[in-house]
């Protein structure tokens, strides 16, 4: 089955310090998401994307958060001065179509800001 | 009102034994709801899916019921096995929102052998 992947598998950052998490998303996917994890809490929504735009965004997406897709393959999300409070797993997700489609995750990446 | 409400937070059963976890919503708009299985170091993968216009979805092993009125819906694992030791999230998804995903907070399922 096809996958989506998310590299690094772990960051580790100083706070205030700006990291590009990255994502390749599965070929002939049209959607894309971040989601995240804080340890022991449930997983949620951050963005969604479509055709080089944000769909939606959470409260949780607020300034210090960007997403691009620089190229026809990598989907990648900026924080741009990490908290403590951002360390989290981030999942990347995509899907061919925006509503009633299979939603496919990476395996993450665990970010731990210090 | 967007939030999913599941329990328990774990859940230990014997193999050959049936795991039960339970979820709760009160958005009425949700339209979709997903269950996602998740191993240690793992992204959530989709499991078994059910729309509420029917009661009850099964595939294999794994058995989705679905109370419209109760606005609450289970996932049954029936002859839980070892391997099925996982977190397992519900989650809703409203239909008007893409794959915006609301998840519950988890059950950590242990299978005992």
């Known amino acids: 089955e096809p996958e989506v992947t998310q590299t690094p598998s772990h960051q580790v950052t100083q706070m205030g310090q700006e990291v590009i998490l990255r994502c390749v998303p599965i070929s002939n996917h049209l959607y894309f998401y971040w989601y995240r994890q804080i340890l022991g809490q449930k997983v949620e929504f951050l963005v969604s994307f479509y055709n080089n735009e944000i769909s939606e965004k959470s409260e949780i997406f607020d300034d210090q958060f960007s997403v691009e897709r620089p190229d026809g393959s990598n989907f990648t999300l900026k924080i741009r001065s990490t908290k403590l409070e951002d360390s989290a797993m981030y999942f990347c997700?995509?899907?061919?179509?925006?509503?009633?489609?299979?939603?496919?995750f990476g395996s993450g990446t665990q970010l731990s800001v210090l | 009102q967007q939030q999913v409400k599941q329990s328990p937070q774990s859940l230990i059963v014997q193999k050959g034994g049936i795991s039960i976890i339970n979820c709760a919503y009160e958005?009425?708009?949700?339209?979709?709801f997903p269950w996602y299985q998740q191993f240690p170091g793992k992204g959530p993968a989709l499991l078994i899916a059910?729309?509420?216009?029917?009661s009850e979805k099964k595939e294999g092993r794994f058995t989705i019921s679905f109370n419209k009125s109760a606005k609450q819906f289970s996932l049954h694992i029936m002859d839980s096995q070892p391997g099925d030791s996982a977190t397992y999230f519900c989650?809703?998804?409203?239909?008007?929102?893409?794959?915006?995903?609301?998840f519950g907070g988890g059950t950590r399922v242990l299978v005992k052998p």
């Open positions: 989650a809703a998804r409203e239909g008007a929102a893409g794959n915006k995903l609301t």
């Open positions: 997700a995509s899907s061919r179509t925006g509503a009633n489609e299979k939603l496919f």
């Open positions: 958005n009425t708009a949700f339209d979709y």
């Open positions: 059910i729309r509420p216009d029917v």
